[in-house]
């Protein structure tokens, strides 16, 4: 009996790890082919980038030519494939859900593709200007300026990948409360470790500017304050039902 139980549990386990693999694949597949469409419109994004530049970019070696279409199909293959690996994630977890879970869990598929395309708008339209703004005026009367191609996409994407994934952070902790895997309690007892990081990382993303920096800082720490309040939410509309089928019991 013990023999046939863990045969039926490897048996069970081998197939979540199989239909987990084809998942990632489909993933993969979905951001190679996203990619090759990047490099195949890159002159079109690249000009539709260039256009709000306040300076000439140039280029000093054929190899940045080459980086400048790998930045750009990139990001087009991170944001076509964001929403795709969200709907593979659903599929694999949907089986054991129930079907108002499933209803439910479905809604956040949207609603990561939206959060993902306005965190890298924030970081483009807001903080991108902020940064270089200042830089430029730091260096205005002292040096010439001249700013290869490369390592302008390079500074976008350093910029604007880490507030897309950020804006995540909420959704996530949504999700993961919804699951019971996280409580709003954990968030909270390690929210001074959580700012410590979120400061470190808006230092590293912003020039040695206190204003900035608070700039860059002030909006990760309210994106984790927004996720301990969307995890309490949740957290207390699961207790509330605990506590009606208690009473009906």
């Known amino acids: 009996m013990t023999d046939s139980n863990q045969t039926t549990n490897t048996m069970h386990w081998t197939d979540h790890l199989g239909e987990l693999r084809k998942r990632v694949v489909w993933t993969l597949v979905i951001f190679v082919l996203s990619f090759i469409a990047g490099f195949y419109f890159v002159e079109e994004i690249y000009f539709f980038m260039e256009n709000d530049v ?3 970019l140039t280029v000093i ?11 750009i199909a990139t990001v087009t293959a991170l944001i076509v494939t964001v ?8 599929l694999f ?11 439910i869990s479905i809604l956040y598929i949207p609603v990561i593709f939206i959060l993902f395309i306005g965190g890298l708008a924030f970081g483009y339209f807001f903080i991108k200007d902020l940064i270089l703004g200042f830089l430029l005026n730091l260096g205005e009367g002292l040096v010439n300026e001249m700013f290869t ?19 995540e952070v909420p959704l996530i902790a949504m999700f993961l409360t919804s699951l019971g895997i996280l409580e709003p309690s954990l968030l909270k007892r390690v929210r001074k470790f959580a700012y410590i990081i979120l400061v470190i990382l808006g230092t590293m993303l912003s020039p040695p500017d206190f204003i900035l920096q608070l ?5 990760l720490i309210a994106l984790y304050e ?3 309040f969307a995890s309490s939410a949740i957290y207390k ?5 605990i506590e009606k089928l208690s009473a009906s019991s």
């Open 54 to 56: 306040p300076f000439k």
């Open 61 to 71: 070696s054929p190899f940045e030519i080459i980086w400048i279409y790998i930045i």
């Open 83 to 90: 929403p795709f690996f969200a709907l593979q994630l659903w």
């Open 93 to 103: 977890i949907s089986p054991g859900l129930t079907k108002k879970e499933r209803r």
């Open 149 to 167: 191609a490369a390592n302008y996409f390079r500074f976008i994407l350093q910029i604007t990948i880490p507030f897309a994934l950020f804006f």
């Open 215 to 219: 700039f860059v800082v002030g909006p």
């Open 226 to 228: 927004i996720a301990i």
């Open 237 to 241: 509309r699961q207790l509330k039902k």
